[in-house]
């Protein structure tokens, strides 16, 4: 599991938070009883009282005097419980709150982590991975497989849309399955619409299921924010993102080649991947060129980090969204895909 310090605290801070809030509450509850049961007070502070003379005599060994005094106070909560609800307060209202019980919002059961802490590490990863905004069906249950065509056909290799998906989902779930034990590379390349970016944010959100840490960034955004930094040592925002880009457990690059390209660009992103590999740490990059298109446009130590560290995997089909918007009508017709790519 990533959990890096940074998230780690801000977890925790959470849980202080929330120990506070109810902390409040329950002090709030206390006031308002108070006010309106004043006999309730004076209960209360007997109880103080016979608690304290409670604890002397149990050191004192008395037993006959700690049986009393046991007895008392169980008349006295008892009494407490009456008043309380006989002025319409529920039972439990002066009882401490928690958000969860299990744990009573320490995270913890003994050393072991609760399961709240583990929801609120996913959601935190989530928060944190760019990918908030995307649709929340994008999962391999929703996955259709019926929208690559059987009887659609890669020029190159003469393999239907079908079966080069059928085989891309294997390859994916292997990455999920083994992720964090196995280090492995994803490169997808298609053309516009085929379902790259489906395909990585499905894989995203399985990985962050499994408490690992993603950044999804568009190939713009990830080099705005490593140039940023590089400009401007000052930006903290920058400085945080970018010590992001290379430490998370899994970076998601989207469209790579749409940003503007020059040779410190070309240079930065040979530094992103180079520095990931070195680390084991895996990246998924997407691009709607071709691989002679990639080629031209980066350095050949980048292609070449590319083609022997990344499983190359090419989708084609017709563009998945036009489909959709078709969806229902049967297309009978046999296709070959026309770009060579
Ligand atoms: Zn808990």
Not at 205 to 214: A, L, P, Q, T, Y
Request: net charge negative.
């Amino acid at each position: 599991m990533g959990l890096k310090t940074s998230q780690y605290n801000a977890i925790m801070r959470e849980y202080e938070q929330r120990q506070l809030k109810n902390h409040n509450i329950q002090t709030a509850r206390y006031k308002e009883v108070y006010e309106k049961l004043p006999e309730f007070k004076e209960l209360d502070d007997s109880i103080s009282i016979l608690s304290v003379q409670y604890g002397r005599k149990l050191l004192g060994g008395d037993e006959k005097a700690v049986d009393s005094l046991k007895e008392e106070l169980a008349i006295l909560r008892s009494s407490k419980r009456s008043l309380l609800v006989s002025a319409g307060f529920p039972e439990d209202y002066l009882e401490p709150i928690y958000d969860c019980k299990d744990c009573k919002d320490t995270g913890y059961i003994g050393n072991k982590k609760c399961h709240c802490f583990k929801k609120a590490i996913i959601k935190l990863l989530y928060e944190q991975s760019n990918i908030k905004g995307f649709p929340v069906e994008a999962s391999f249950d929703n996955f259709r497989l019926d929208f690559y065509p059987a009887n659609y056909y890669d020029r190159k290799t003469g393999r239907s849309s079908r079966a080069i998906m059928e085989d891309t989902l294997r390859i994916c779930h292997e990455f999920i399955d083994t992720f964090g034990e196995d280090f492995r590379n994803l490169f997808f390349y298609g053309s516009v619409g085929v379902g790259k970016t489906y395909l990585s944010t499905c894989i995203a959100r399985e990985i962050m299921d499994r408490e690992f840490s993603v950044l999804y960034l568009s190939a713009p955004q990830l080099f705005n924010t490593l140039a940023q930094n590089a400009f401007d040592k000052k930006d903290i925002d920058a400085k945080n993102m970018n010590e992001y880009i290379f430490n998370c457990d899994l970076l998601i690059i989207d469209d790579l080649g749409s940003e503007y390209t020059n040779s410190f660009i070309a240079s930065q992103f040979f530094t992103c991947i180079n520095e990931r590999l070195i680390h084991r740490k895996s990246t998924i990059i997407s691009t709607n060129l071709s691989l002679e298109a990639l080629a031209d446009l980066y350095t050949e130590r980048s292609f070449s980090r590319i083609t022997s560290s990344y499983t190359l995997l090419k989708i084609i089909g017709d563009d998945i969204r036009i489909k959709m918007k078709l969806k229902g009508r049967e297309d009978h017709s046999c296709y070959v895909e026309q770009n060579e790519s």
